[in-house]
């Protein structure tokens, strides 16, 4: 092979710029729903419809009930590096929105048919925009706002190759709306498929909310088979939520929910807590449920580490890992753990 002739340096065009970026956030239609779903909660929603037609490939819309976005922003919210939500590298150390990067709508933007349909509490009407078009019209809806994504990967065949079946990619969907759900019980969600509605988890607001959702989500099972988790409570680290018993163990780690400042992760140093906590009591390969919320002052996590902020880095590792294995390790051996194992199968 000979080496082609050298071109000379030049700057990438902005969509090209995007469709790059496109590569690292949206793998697959529930990538959407999540960043989507992300924008509606920083946006204050108490209510969130998720609708889709052909798992998410043909149609994504996610309608809130948040703040909206005025007018004369709807443009600038499909720009890359645009977002109301920092300013300053020091307002990205104490971040507290899901979202930061002002990625997500240029992104999908450059790889779908994008349109944005808001109002906010001040305007006497919504507008819409279409993302393809930049055409800017009045239209009609309540404070809030609607995101419509059609025909994803359609500019980017190679990646519309790697999509599974529909019902794969709905599936994946879904569990993307469930990681928000589980940690927004004050929050409904609802999910429809083609028409039909596929999963409700209606608000739930109060102290019992949080257990409320989690039998919602996971299911009655899940709560009578787990143990509160509380520890830490007005220290560095403070770990909540619930650990299934021994018995509830399951052959694949499909019930293990780990959340930082109300962000899904997905981390080593969580997982391994986690599962080092069930060391003397489960055998073998068995993989243990939990639903574990961490809460950390923000300046002792970076969440900026990975385009999609599903890893997180900690400051201090140690202090993390310690906090939730001894926060299990004493919810595991509490009273009604040890009564709720010893109960004949
Ligand atoms: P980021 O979430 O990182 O700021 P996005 O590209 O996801 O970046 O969104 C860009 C901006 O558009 C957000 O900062 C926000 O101001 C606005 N926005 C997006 N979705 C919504 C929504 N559902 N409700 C209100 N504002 C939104
Ligand atoms: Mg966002």
Redesign the pocket.
């Known amino acids: 092979l000979s080496p082609s002739p050298r071109r000379p340096i030049r700057e990438l065009p902005d969509e090209l710029i995007s469709q790059i970026a496109a590569g690292e956030v949206v793998e697959r239609p529930a990538s959407v729903v999540r ?2 779903v ?3 909660l ?2 204050g ?1 108490t209510q969130i419809t998720v609708r889709l037609l052909a798992g998410g490939v043909r149609l994504i819309s ?1 309608e ?1 009930d ?4 005025p007018r004369e ?1 709807l443009p600038v ?1 499909l720009k890359r590096h ?4 920092i300013s300053s590298l020091q307002e990205l150390e104490s971040v507290g ?10 992104a999908i933007n450059s790889i779908a048919e994008l349109a944005l349909l ?1 109002r906010t509490s001040g305007q006497s009407s919504a507008f819409f925009l279409d993302g393809r078009s930049g055409e800017l019209k009045p239209a009609a809806r309540g404070t ?2 609607t ?1 419509e994504v059609k025909e994803l990967f359609f500019s980017t065949p190679a990646r519309r190759k790697f999509l599974k079946t529909d019902a794969t990619e709905l599936a994946h969907c879904i569990e993307a709306v469930r990681r928000h759900a589980l940690a927004r019980p004050e929050v409904g969600f609802a999910i429809w498929h083609e028409g039909k509605l596929v999963e409700q988890w209606r608000a739930c607001p109060g102290e019992a909310g949080r257990d409320q959702r989690l039998a919602d989500v996971l299911g009655e099972d899940f709560i009578e088979q787990s143990v509160a988790v509380d520890h830490g409570a007005g220290g560095a680290v403070r770990v909540t939520g619930r650990a299934g018993i021994p018995d509830a163990a399951r052959s694949r780690a499909d019930q293990q929910f780990c959340y930082v400042n109300g962000r899904y992760v997905r981390d080593k140093v969580l997982t391994h807590a986690a599962r080092s906590a069930y060391e003397d009591v489960l055998h073998g390969q068995r993989q243990p449920v939990y639903a574990l919320y961490v809460e950390i002052d923000p300046t002792r996590v970076d969440v900026n580490v990975h385009p999609t902020k599903i890893e997180v880095r900690f400051r201090d590792s140690r202090e993390v890992h310690q906090a939730v294995r001894h926060a299990v390790e004493n919810a595991l051996a509490a009273p009604r753990a040890a009564a709720a194992a010893a109960l004949p199968p």
């Open positions: 960043e989507l992300d924008n509606a920083d946006a929603a996610v809130d948040g703040g909206g976005i922003e919210a645009a977002t109301s939500k929105t899901m979202g930061f990067r002002g990625e997500a709508l240029a808001s809030g706002t995101v």
